[in-house]
C-alpha cells in the first residue's frame, strides 16, 4: 500500500513535534525512519497510524485520506519497544488476539484462526510454542511473537516503533537479519523507528532522517552514506573530521589541499569541510607549510591504521593502509603532509 504524508505539522503545547513533514512511502516498502531522541519519529509513525491526530497536513492511504478511514479499517499492524503481550494468555491466543476480537460476522472460523496461527508460529520460526506463555519465552522470541500478532489481521501495513530497542546487541542483530528475511517474504509495506544506524542502514530499503520535527534526507542507505545531504546528517553519522576551511570562487582550502566543491562557482566565504578518515592520506612533507601535521598516535587495525594528527585547522583523524607509512618513514612523533581526497563542503551560516 502507498503511503503519502503532506505538510504534517503537530505540536505538543508550545513544543513543535512535527514541522511539516512530506513523504511517501512505496507499496512493499520498508522504510526506517532514524534520528536523535526527540526528533519525531515516533509521533509520526503515531500520526500515520492514527494514533495521533495532526494540527495541519493529510496522510493518504491509496490517495485516499486517512481521516475517512477508521482504525480498524486501516489495517495497521503495530509493534512498540516493550512487547505488551496479555501475560496471561498463552502466546497462540496472543497472536490469535485480533482476529478473535472481530465482530462475529468478520471473525474467522475458529479452525482457520488455528491454522492461521500455527502458520504464523512458523513464520516467526516459534513453531510448537504456541502453548507457552510470555514469562516463559526470551525477550528476543516475545518481540517475535508481537510480530506474529501484528501479522495476524493481516495488516496493510506494519508500523514498528524501536521494536528491538529493550533487547541486547546480539539479540537485536538476529532479530534485524531475521526481520530483514521475514519482508523479503512477505512484503508487507513497513515503517520503522530507530535510532540506531546501523539498525537502519542495514534493515532499511530507504532511510528517512529526522531531525528536530523536520526529514533532512530521504535516500538509500548508500546514498545517505555517500552523499549526506546536510551538516546534520553527516555529524549523525558520525566519525567524520570535521574541518573549518576557507572556500574561493567554489575551491574549497582543506587543511593545505585544494578541492574543487559542489558550492556554486562564485561563492567564496567560510565553510565547514566534513572527511572521513579513509578519505585522507599522508606522505613525506615536501616543503609546503599548508599541509603539513604532526603524527600524535598511530593505532594498528589490521591492514590499517588510525591516525591522529595535529594540523593547524585541528585534530585530525586518518585511516591509511600500514604499508603506506611505512613506505613513507612515518611514525609516531613525525611530520608528514596531509591529502584530503574527498570532502563534503557546507557554508558556515
Ligand atoms: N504526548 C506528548 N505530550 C507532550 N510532548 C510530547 C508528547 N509526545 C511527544 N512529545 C514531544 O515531542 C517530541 C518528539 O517526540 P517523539 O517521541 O516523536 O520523538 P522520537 O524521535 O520518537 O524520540 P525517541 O527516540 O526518544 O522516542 C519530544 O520532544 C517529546 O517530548
Request: proline residues 5%.
Amino acid at each position: 500500500m502507498t503511503i503519502e504524508a503532506l505538510g504534517l505539522e503537530k505540536r505538543f503545547g508550545s513544543f513543535a513535534a512535527l514541522r511539516g513533514v512530506d513523504l511517501k512511502v512505496e507499496p512493499g516498502e520498508l522504510l526506517a525512519l532514524l534520528g536523535p531522541s526527540g526528533s519525531g519519529k515516533t509521533t509520526l509513525l503515531r500520526s500515520i497510524a492514527g494514533l495521533e491526530t495532526v494540527d495541519r497536513g493529510q496522510i493518504l492511504y491509496e490517495g485516499i485520506d486517512a481521516d475517512t478511514i477508521s482504525l480498524r479499517d486501516r489495517r495497521v499492524g503495530f509493534v512498540f519497544q516493550h512487547y505488551a503481550l496479555f501475560r496471561h494468555m498463552t502466546i497462540a491466543d496472543n497472536i490469535a488476539f485480533g482476529l478473535k476480537v472481530r465482530p462475529r460476522r468478520e471473525r474467522p472460523p475458529r479452525a482457520e484462526i488455528n491454522a492461521r496461527v500455527e502458520q504464523l508460529l512458523e513464520l516467526v520460526q516459534l513453531g510448537g510454542l504456541g502453548g507457552r506463555f510470555p514469562a516463559q519465552l526470551s525477550g528476543g522470541q516475545r518481540q517475535r511473537v508481537a510480530l506474529a500478532r501484528a501479522l495476524a489481521i493481516e495488516p496493510r501495513v506494519l508500523l514498528l516503533d524501536e521494536p528491538f530497542g529493550a533487547l541486547d546487541a546480539r539479540v537485536r542483530k538476529e532479530l534485524r537479519r531475521w526481520l530483514r528475511r521475514l519482508h523479503e517474504e512477505i512484503h508487507v509495506t513497513t515503517i520503522f523507528v530507530t535510532h540506531d544506524q546501523d539498525e537502519a542502514f542495514e534493515l532499511a530499503d530507504r532511510v528517512v532522517v529526522m531531525n528536530d520535527g523536520k526529514i533532512e534526507q530521504i535516500g538509500s542507505p548508500a546514498e545517505i552514506y555517500d552523499q549526506p545531504a546536510t551538516e546534520f546528517v553527516y555529524e549523525f553519522l558520525g566519525g567524520a573530521n570535521r574541518l573549518p576551511c576557507h572556500v574561493e570562487g567554489g575551491v574549497a582550502l582543506i587543511a593545505g589541499t585544494r578541492l574543487t566543491t559542489d558550492l556554486p562557482r562564485d561563492f567564496t566565504g567560510d565553510a565547514v569541510a566534513f572527511v572521513r578518515p579513509h578519505e585522507i592520506g599522508v606522505a613525506r612533507p615536501n616543503g609546503h607549510i599548508d599541509d603539513v601535521a604532526q603524527v600524535r598516535s598511530i593505532l594498528p587495525i589490521g591492514p590499517d591504521a588510525r591516525l591522529d594528527l595535529e594540523h593547524v585547522s585541528g585534530h585530525i583523524e586518518a585511516l591509511v593502509p600500514r604499508e603506506s607509512l611505512d613506505a613513507a618513514g612515518i611514525g609516531v612523533g613525525s611530520r608528514c603532509a596531509v591529502r584530503i581526497a574527498r570532502a563534503r563542503v557546507f557554508p558556515t551560516s
